[in-house]
């Protein structure tokens, strides 16, 4: 009967006072809904990725050559200690005909990196292909695609190129949209690929090589054993190929050597005899006017047989001339051949878009440790001021239970079936949200610049029970505690109604030229806000922290928003980098020089431009872009070199490097410290630094050449072009990047607007994910300033009546208690900047790239931003209650205490 009794009166207690049973349950709703949705949305990134990476058996190393991979070379691949499996397989750098649109073309894999099929079937006959899905808007299944290729030692490597289209795919090997790697052709950026049969290869050698290993089977690809063994693996099998490329180069020119060498020896000898036959020729002659001379008769035919001769010897002189010139330029190239270069990637190295996924969704791991904590200290404050008045309205109640003979255990049960019951459900919706909306969310936000599809879902039992005892110990916790404080008193004394706390003199009155020059009600309002100090200490915190959230959100918004134009428009001013071949003619040189000198062409800076690498603490391999200008006093013009704080500008001096800022966080040095980096060749060098630029996107090294000459111990030698375009459009440099790559000088291309897509596809990820969270902070704001006022307004309700009955307006009776609170939430909104400041801050640290450096400064427009949101809520809300405040039963009121 005891418990039947309680129930009905927990029932009659939600029924009668809807709005703070809502108000409890919308906090517990936006806590646990940031906090379970941001927890298992980066794990469900990373699961979606390696069950797609799993169900296609993506490799764990590649290995290539610029050469190719011939029959010794796979004998070395296939005999690396631990080997799995391994698979070779054929590809081909191709154009779409009559465009600048690279596409990779790759014989279909039997087992390694197989690909997923999205419409159509995969290639089985001569002359068919699958192509990218991306291009499935662009093309249509049954579709003929052609392509251009270029010639390989006066070879093409495809048997036909024209395809027809029977499927789309998508690759397990490329999975971010916007980067597919770089080519030689083209405007040096891959755009796609697809698959063709085999057998249309021609080809001697392979192109890749795939490798998996017996002990990396098994391994979560975010398991740290799995990125050891891929480290492990990565360095046996450069050093099972560091050989080769001397081996390959030596075989690649033994025989033509010798056949340009037994060429020659046949020329000479060819010499040898036409000089023969070229003196005897000339005795003949010398004979013939002898005896003309003595008036001795002479043959006319002899005379003839003697022309036909020289004439005869003068065309093999200049057959042997020419074929000299043909051995000439067939020796040149051959002394230009270098030796091939092996790139053996882990998945990191060579899947673009791995690691930045990845990245992403630790990004949001980060962002659950921060955000739902603040809803939940916010919901537990909230809460504990909504259970107090809660308390307080139900103390009669409380007595008469207590006298009827409930223990304090059964009055206790009350309140705390009804924390649970709204926190409870407002977990249970949370949860359900937290699990579906918020992951797809985000996904989709980061997805936009990748090709996973089909996030996996999952159910976090762990964060689940977790968001459940938070929710619950923030309202049912409170509720005890309170209900404990007033079950200590008799039931005498709690049928009575509390008395209303005492007012005093507060330090503002002591101040006698600011106290006398106040009204009445602002008097009254200075009294109160000292008078009710648990209450003014929660909303200046619930407001601040609604502030904050705003404040760190529009913050990590601008924080990146800004990073294209700053790196582009402030610091780089060149719009790519043309790196030259390692040899090359005189005329292939003059060629180049021509382009550089057009009217394209605005201005170009001849530089020394090398990747090197270093590794950080945590033995993440960091690459490098070290450029050494020719002419230092120019540099300025294309690259602006200063500090970020102060803004002054860096020169580049011969007692150091100039390295960029986001690398001397990473590598924890700082001006006059020494570090050591690795060339190509891995040999290591030590750097000292005698400056820090700023620099949001990419790792950069600068220094003089003098300095250069001292760190390497060579000759300064340049070997790229910075250059600047009259007409810096994207549509212009994709065009001149690619006339650029035709000429045979030109061995790469790096373009400026590739780096400003990939940031701009990152912006698009954190800023679809900030507008969630903001969206969140803003419905926080409306949940805590309207309850806090609510509570304030039932706390007060008979001061009201008595104000109203004593003849003020109903616009000067909301004013008297709504000045408080936008007191209040003014003052709340100045602590918040403070807070969300070091919100943004250690968020911007945590999340940022390694390859990025985003702007820690708040702009104004930001603080500007969130305060405008808070108060125009609190004035929103103003109106909600104005309209209660007019309706307010003043007898009923004011009688309600007897």
């Keep these: 009967m005891a418990k039947k009794t309680i129930n009905k009166d927990v029932r009659r207690s939600i029924t009668g006072s809807l709005g703070r049973f809502l108000s409890i349950f919308s906090l517990m709703v936006l806590g646990v809904f940031a906090f379970v949705g941001l927890k298992v949305s980066g794990p469900n990134m990373r699961a979606t990725a390696e069950h797609f990476y799993t169900q296609h058996r993506l490799a764990d190393l590649t290995v290539t050559s610029t050469l190719g991979l011939d029959d010794s070379d796979q004998k070395l691949i296939k005999a690396t200690s631990g080997v799995k499996q391994v698979e070779f397989g054929y590809f081909r750098d191709v154009l779409l005909k009559g465009t600048h649109t690279s596409l990779r073309l790759f014989s279909p894999p039997q087992d390694l990196s197989t690909y997923a099929l999205q419409a159509g079937r995969m290639p089985t006959q001569t002359g068919e292909i699958a192509l990218d899905y991306l291009y499935k808007g662009q093309f249509h299944l049954g579709d003929t695609i052609d392509f251009t290729e270029e010639k390989s030692d006066g070879n093409y490597i495809l048997r036909q190129h024209s395809f027809k289209i029977v499927g789309f795919v998508k690759s397990s090997e490329y ?15 891959l755009n796609g690929y697809g698959i063709i049969p085999k057998n249309t290869f021609d080809s001697s ?19 740290v054993r799995y990125n050891d063994l891929a480290s492990h693996y990565q360095t046996k099998v450069e050093n099972q190929l560091k050989n080769q490329p001397e081996n390959r180069l030596k075989a690649l020119k033994t025989e033509p050597q010798q056949q340009i060498n037994s060429a020659k ?11 023969q036959q070229k003196s005897q020729l000339d005795k003949q002659q010398q004979q013939l006017v002898a005896a003309e001379a003595t008036g001795l008769p002479v043959s006319p035919e002899m005379q003839t047989q003697i022309d036909d001769g020289q004439q005869q010897i003068k065309q093999a002189q200049s057959k042997i001339t020419s074929a000299q010139s043909d051995l000439q330029t067939k020796q040149e190239a051959l002394n230009r051949l270098v030796a091939p270069v092996y790139t053996v990637n882990n998945r990191k190295d060579g899947n673009p878009g791995y690691q930045s996924f990845l990245d992403d969704s630790t990004r949001i791991d980060t962002l659950s440790n921060v955000f739902p904590v603040v809803l939940f200290a916010i919901a537990l404050l909230v809460s504990l001021t909504t259970m107090t008045r809660f308390v ?8 008469l239970l207590k006298a009827l003979g409930y223990s304090n255990r059964q009055i206790h049960q009350k309140f705390i079936i009804y924390g649970l019951v709204s926190s409870g459900s407002g977990a249970v919706a949370g949860t359900i949200l937290g699990h579906t909306f918020l992951p797809i969310a985000v996904f989709n936000a980061y997805t936009a610049s990748s090709t996973f599809s089909n996030l996996r879902l999952t159910f976090s039992v762990f964060w689940t029970i977790v968001a459940f005892l938070i929710a619950i110990a923030c309202s049912v916790l409170p509720a005890y505690w309170v209900v404990y404080q007033e079950l200590r008193a008799a039931p005498a004394q709690l049928f009575l109604a509390k008395a209303p706390k005492a007012g005093s003199r507060i330090l503002l009155e002591k101040i006698g030229f600011i106290w006398r020059r106040m009204s009445f009600t602002y008097k009254v309002t200075a009294r109160n806000l000292f008078r009710y100090k648990k209450r003014m200490l929660m909303t200046i915190f619930g407001v601040a922290g609604c502030t904050a959230l705003l404040v760190m959100g529009f913050g990590i918004r601008d924080s990146i928003s800004g990073l294209a134009s700053r790196q582009f428009g402030d610091i780089l001013h060149y719009d790519m980098i043309a790196v030259e071949q390692e040899k090359m003619t005189n005329a292939e040189r003059d060629e180049l020089d021509k382009k550089l000198n057009s009217d394209t062409i605005d201005s170009h800076l001849s530089v020394h431009f ?8 945590d033995n993440e391999t960091q690459q490098i872009s070290m450029i050494v200008p020719n002419q230092t006093n120019h540099f300025s013009q294309y690259v602006t070199l200063r500090n970020r704080i102060s803004q002054k500008k860096l020169p580049l001096t011969d007692s150091g490097a100039i390295i960029s800022e986001k690398l001397s966080d990473l590598l924890n040095v700082r001006v006059g410290d020494r570090f050591t980096v690795e060339n190509a060749d891995h040999k290591q060098f030590k750097i000292r630094i005698s400056g820090i630029t700023e620099m949001y996107m990419g790792h950069y090294l600068f220094m003089s050449p003098i300095e250069y000459q001292h760190v390497f111990g060579k000759n300064f030698t340049a070997n790229a072009q910075l250059i600047k375009l009259t007409d810096s459009k994207e549509s212009n440099v994709r065009e001149q990047s690619a006339k650029l790559m035709s000429l045979p000088a030109v061995a790469a291309i790096s373009q400026n607007i590739d780096m400003r897509n990939t940031i701009d596809a990152f912006m698009q990820g954190m800023n679809s994910v900030m507008f969630v969270l903001i969206i969140c902070a803003i419905l926080l704001a409306v949940v805590v300033i309207y309850n806090l006022t609510n509570i304030n307004v039932s706390e007060r309700i008979r001061e009201l009546s008595t104000i109203k009955v004593l003849g003020f307006y109903d616009r000067e009776v909301t004013m008297y208690i709504y000045r408080e609170t936008i007191l209040l939430s003014f003052i709340g909104i100045l602590c918040g900047f403070g807070l969300g400041a070091f919100f943004h801050r250690f968020i911007i640290e945590q999340v940022a790239p390694d390859l990025v450096m985003f702007n820690l400064a708040l702009l104004w427009t930001n603080l500007l931003l969130s305060a405008t949101i808070t108060m125009a809520t609190t004035l929103a809300l103003s109106l909600f209650v104005h309209f209660k405040l007019k309706r307010v039963d003043m007898l009923g009121a004011l009688k309600s205490i007897d």
């Design 610 to 617: 090398e990747q090197l690498t270093k590794k950080t603490d």
């Design 265 to 275: 020896v046949e020329l000479e000898q060819k010499e040898q005899q036409i000089a």
């Design 392 to 399: 307080e309205e139900e103390r009669s109640n409380l007595g």
């Design 205 to 223: 050698v392979y192109m890749i090589a795939r490798m998996t290993f017996t002990r990396m089977q098994g391994l979560s690809i975010y398991d």
């Design 175 to 189: 999975v971010d949209k916007n980067d597919f790697g770089r080519t030689t052709i083209g405007t040096g950026q």
